[in-house]
């Protein structure tokens, strides 16, 4: 789901592009959130996000129409990363940073004797860290990247040597660096591995210049960055479901002037996933497909030792083939690669056809306060043994993914939008059968309608008051509103105040009186302490009845002092 939102965000703010377009505001000045929405991908999940840095060394970047060779990502420099967007002002930034790595130092100083060399690098400076637990699904792991800087054509095989590195520890990981770590950022092919620096690729030594892009021309295209590596990609080993810890660190060499970067591509933070693929090319966890006819099932995972077992809905394995030919039911299958066993998700396969009784008409849905409220009228037939299908899509014709399902005579539905996938803005109601039709009603885009409310001082006041207001600027439909079926006649369009609402629990009516669609929502107005009561706590009764010496005193509770 993560990976559709950021294509969505992608496709909305950086569309037909000709140069790199970097950002790093809301949500892009969010390490945590870049990293789990951009930067990982499939069969990773990761935890303990950890950002060290000024602000302006990390941002997102698009660069899908320049010779870069990674549509977009996340960026890591050693100065402010909107300096390598053309459209921006040059910043010239000396960042006052105090971030120490004594890896990247040991990794700078390491290259002059791999290559012929005799400089040294003093000191790494402008240090940027993006750094995090993560636990794989397979056995590898892999990621794409790329390096560039302004250093280029100036100060290679000098000590102003920038430098960057990719430091993976964890289970079954033994290397040189801290906490036992490899260092993942190399030039491939080479023995001892050779750490990529601006002296170890460039075109002026030259060294490893089948890795270097000269881009002293392409300036207005991808600015500050004189040259740039072709992409490489960092691969690891690895022991499926153990926790690893990775370290992305970029720094400048001897000085704090001239920048490089290191651009890692989204998504490809990534471990082999189960794949499972139909005959049919249905791109779905749920496939509809004609009624008493099989479909061909494929589980793929990159790795050929693989074995696999496929369950049905009883959790009973009925095949150990990758391909499986089946009906109508529910499916799961488990890969096993070196002892990991990982599960696809439930596989839905139904069947359509026109059913015995009428589709039922699905009268609304809302949103509000991230609860969804849908309701549907039952059709003529309806019985207990009807069942009702929510289904969720984020775009009209699906594909669809099954919200709820209930009984009849249940004709109403209230569910969390958190536990559905982001984005959805359609849903669909149907009767389900041996064969049914998969979608059977209209397709409904959610009203959506926030409530607030104000409690009243005392048990006895009428002070409360709520507010209810439809987001519906697009439309601009009539709306109804109603407390405890009292409707206000006094609204506007969109929005109402319900004022002089005394404590307890109420009834809130939105009607769309265009469509007809009407939502209940419950709302209740709290007082506080209990109502204010009089109490007896003495008395003396008359001894006659024209007596006047009864004694009787009284007390109160509850209510507001």
């Known amino acids: 789901m993560k990976k559709l939102l950021f294509s969505l965000l992608s496709l909305s703010v950086f569309y037909a592009h000709s140069q790199i377009v970097v950002d790093n505001t809301a949500p892009y000045d969010d390490p945590v959130w870049m990293t789990n929405n951009i930067l990982i991908g499939g069969g990773v999940s990761a935890s303990n996000i950890n950002y060290q840095g000024d ?19 996340i960026v890591l420099c050693t100065g402010d990363v909107n300096d390598l967007d053309p459209a921006s002002a040059p910043t010239f930034p000396f960042i006052a940073n105090t971030v120490v790595d004594p890896d990247l130092l040991a990794v700078a ?5 791999m290559i012929g060399q005799s400089f040294s690098v003093s000191s790494v400076n ?13 056995d590898s792991l892999s990621f794409r990247y790329a390096f560039g800087s302004q250093e280029y054509f100036a100060f290679e095989n000098t000590q102003y040597n920038d430098v960057f590195g990719f430091f993976l520890s964890g289970p079954g990981i033994a290397g040189p660096w801290s906490n036992g770590a490899v260092n993942l ?9 050779m750490p990529i620096t601006i002296s170890s690729v460039n075109s002026v030594t030259p060294i490893n210049q089948q890795y270097f892009v000269n881009n002293q021309n392409g300036l207005d295209t991808i600015a500050d960055a004189d040259g740039y590596t072709t992409v490489f990609t960092a691969q690891a080993l690895v022991q499926c479901g153990s926790t690893y810890h990775i370290k992305l660190a970029i ?15 989204a998504g490809s933070f990534a471990s082999p996933e189960l794949q499972v693929y139909d005959n049919l090319g249905i791109d779905s966890t749920v496939m509809d497909i004609a009624c008493g006819a099989d479909i061909i099932l494929t589980a793929n995972v990159a790795d050929s030792t693989a074995t696999f077992e496929w369950f049905d809905s009883t959790s009973v ?9 089946v009906g109508t039911g529910s499916y799961v299958v488990a890969a096993t690669i070196n002892g990991c066993t990982f599960f696809s998700d439930t596989l839905e396969v139904i069947s359509l056809a026109p059913d015995s009784i009428p589709p039922p008409v699905f009268d609304c849905a809302s949103v509000s306060d991230t609860l969804v409220y849908v309701d549907w009228l039952h059709p003529l037939g309806a019985t207990t043994s009807t069942h009702y299908y929510i289904l969720g899509a984020l775009n009209v014709g699906g594909p669809y993914y099954n919200v709820a399902d209930v009984y009849y005579p249940t004709d109403s539905y209230i569910l969390n939008e958190n536990t559905i996938p982001f984005g959805t803005n359609h849903y669909f109601v149907t009767t389900a059968s041996e064969c049914f039709d998969a979608v059977n009603s209209d397709t409904i885009s ?3 309608f926030s409530v607030s409310s104000l409690d009243v001082n005392c048990w006895d006041d009428t002070d409360g008051i709520i507010s209810i207001g439809v987001d519906d600027y697009i439309n601009v439909l009539q709306y109804s509103f109603a407390i405890d079926g009292v409707v206000n006649t006094n609204s506007f369009p969109l929005d109402t105040v319900f004022s002089g609402v005394s404590a307890g629990s109420h009834v809130i009516t939105v009607d769309d009186v265009t469509s007809g669609c009407v939502i209940d929502i419950p709302v209740v107005i709290s007082a506080p302490g209990f109502p204010l009561q009089a109490l007896i706590s003495s008395q003396t009764l008359n001894l006659c ?3 006047t010496t009864a004694i009787a005193i009284g007390s109160s509770a509850g209510g507001t002092p």
């Open 126 to 138: 402008d240090i940027a860290i993006l750094e995090f637990d993560f636990i794989p699904t397979s």
């Open 251 to 265: 720094a400048d060499g001897s000085d704090s002037g001239l920048s490089s970067y290191v651009w890692l591509e």
């Open 545 to 547: 009845f024209d007596d």
């Open 109 to 113: 100083n390491s290259v002059p004797g």
């Open 446 to 448: 959610p009203i959506r």
């Open 317 to 325: 394995v009925f095949s150990t083939d990758s391909s499986v030919s």
């Open 55 to 73: 602000s302006c060394q990390i941002g997102f970047f698009n660069a899908i129409n320049t010779s870069l060779g990674i549509d977009s990502g």
């Open 185 to 193: 950022a190399y030039i491939p092919n080479t023995t001892p591995q």
